[in-house]
């Protein structure tokens, strides 16, 4: 059990460019969660897949945001014309869930912290 | 709407006191319950779970929490803390169903005083 890796684990960039992080869950995991943690405040829920289906994504913050999962393995989350309002810490997360009701564990990665200029 | 209450942003205790972090979920349904420990610049671990069961639940790291139905209550304590315990600590509800994600309390900040 490796954990979740996430890259990069920095990421500067200007406004208006695009931007593009990588997750890779534990290897067992069927399921794959993003969120989105600011300054003083809890991680957000953003989207989720279980495999390569996307379950849920109405709570992505806008159409800039969108992520696949395109094998069922490693996920990546894209923000697209980065604003200032994006600059936070974004968490990926996995578990292996036997379609229960969601009681197993998220394993979180480190994260990946944007920074806009 | 669900959601979890923590009181309290910051907590300061002294080195070998008890540590008391208080939370509360909204829904008279129980739902599924956790506490996540984060240090700076990571990601967050795993400190217990309720899900069904003994309502008293031992984690790692001399944690414990108890599920109290009747006080909608899920408060995570430590007989004694250490200066190792420093760090932000989340409450954290799944209610279920198809979306599967986790609800987050906006954490509190436990400081411990040499």
């Known amino acids: 059990d490796t954990g979740v890796s996430q890259n990069p684990r920095h990421k500067i960039t200007k406004r208006g460019q695009n931007v593009t992080f990588r997750c890779d869950p534990i290897?067992?995991?069927?399921?794959l969660y993003w969120y989105r943690q600011t300054l003083g405040q809890g991680p957000e829920f953003l989207t989720y897949f279980q495999n390569e289906a996307q379950l849920e994504k109405s709570r992505l913050l806008s159409d800039r945001f969108s992520a696949e999962r395109p094998k069922g393995s490693f996920s990546t989350l894209e923000i697209q014309r980065t604003e200032q309002g994006d600059s936070a810490m974004y968490l990926c997360?996995?578990?292996?869930?036997?379609?229960?009701?969601?009681?197993?564990?998220?394993?979180f990665g480190d994260g990946t912290r944007l920074s806009i200029l | 709407a669900q959601s979890v209450t923590q009181l309290g942003s910051h907590v300061s205790v002294s080195e070998g006191a008890l540590v008391l972090l208080r939370c509360n979920y909204s829904?008279?349904?129980?739902?599924?319950l956790f506490w996540y420990v984060q240090y700076p610049n990571q990601g967050l671990q795993l400190l217990l779970k309720y899900t069904t069961g003994a309502t008293l639940v031992k984690g790692i790291n001399g944690f414990e929490a108890e599920f109290k139905k009747s006080e909608t209550s899920f408060h995570l304590t430590k007989p004694s803390a250490h200066m190792s315990d420093a760090a932000e600590y989340f409450c954290v509800v799944n209610y279920g169903g198809s979306q599967g994600n986790l609800i987050f309390g906006k954490g509190t900040k436990l400081s411990v005083k040499p």
């Open positions: 290897s067992e995991h069927n399921r």
């Open positions: 997360a996995s578990s292996l869930e036997f379609g229960g009701p969601g009681n197993q564990p998220q394993h």
């Open positions: 829904s008279s349904v129980p739902p599924y």
